[in-house]
């Protein structure tokens, strides 16, 4: 009867899991209605205008999508370099030992810092920084929203990382060892392939995160309605663009806003099953 009753636990909450899931696609999709049927779905997608003027309105998800897109794989980029490096640090090369045990416990806090904490960081000092360095003249723009993002992203991802690297069987390094191997080349040939699907995933879920946040980019990407023609342009992405304007909507605006927020949900989908099947095929 236990058995049963646990068994019944488990089927009711994952189907819990997609009626919410399916409750949510539903009014993403019913509140972007109007929208999608005034402008049709794919001149929304691909429209740059944005005229909330009564009588005149038109709305199109174009410079936000490219904002997204632009500030989330830049923050990837610069992500890579230096959360790889913290975990085989924690992961490999000094697994089990204090100091270890001593950063990871950092990293995890640094992941759990609110985003708006961030953004007020990166407002106060890396957005004079580019200005003093002559990169933008007010220091807003898609590459002090990339650099924060990438600074969010960093503890994330090293975090996952490095608890995949950590799960590498000992037998096989040791094997690996006792043939001549060098360090490089144990971690080259023997903890990449073990790991690879693992690491890969975690810049997945990282990616996920800097797609969808809100309030560090709002903060410093310079929120003006226009597709970034380079790093230093101002723009707004998807997230910041809600945020900045759904208070304050109603009608075919607030449809519209509902819209960009379903493409996000798409394209954080779309992401995700990638991933999955890269996953599974190298797995």
Known sequence: ?????????????????????????FSLVSGSWEAISAFGFWNFLTSSDWNPVPGEESYGALPFIAGTVMTSFLALVLCIPFSLPVALFNGEY?????????????????????????????????????????????????????VILAVMIIPYSASLSSEFFSMVPGDLKEGAFSLGATRYEVIRNVIFPFAGSGVFASYILALGRALGETMAVTMLIGNTINIPSSLV?????????????????????????????????????????IGKMVIKKFS
């Open 1 to 25: 009867m236990r058995d049963k009753i646990f068994k019944f636990l488990l089927l009711l909450s994952s189907v819990l899991v997609l009626l919410v899931c399916g409750g949510m696609v």
């Open 94 to 146: 000094y697994k089990g030992k204090k100091i270890a045990a001593v950063i990871g416990s950092v990293v995890d806090l640094l992941a759990g810092i609110p985003s708006v904490v961030y953004g007020l960081w990166g407002f106060y000092t890396l957005r004079p920084l580019i200005t003093d360095l002559g990169l933008s003249d007010q220091g807003f723009g898609v590459l002090t929203a990339s």
């Open 233 to 273: 342009d101002t723009g707004n992405t998807m997230a910041s663009v809600i945020a900045n304007q759904f208070g304050e909507a109603d009608g075919l605006k607030l449809s519209s806003l509902i819209a960009i927020g379903l493409l996000l949900f798409l394209i954080t989908a779309v992401i995700n099953f």
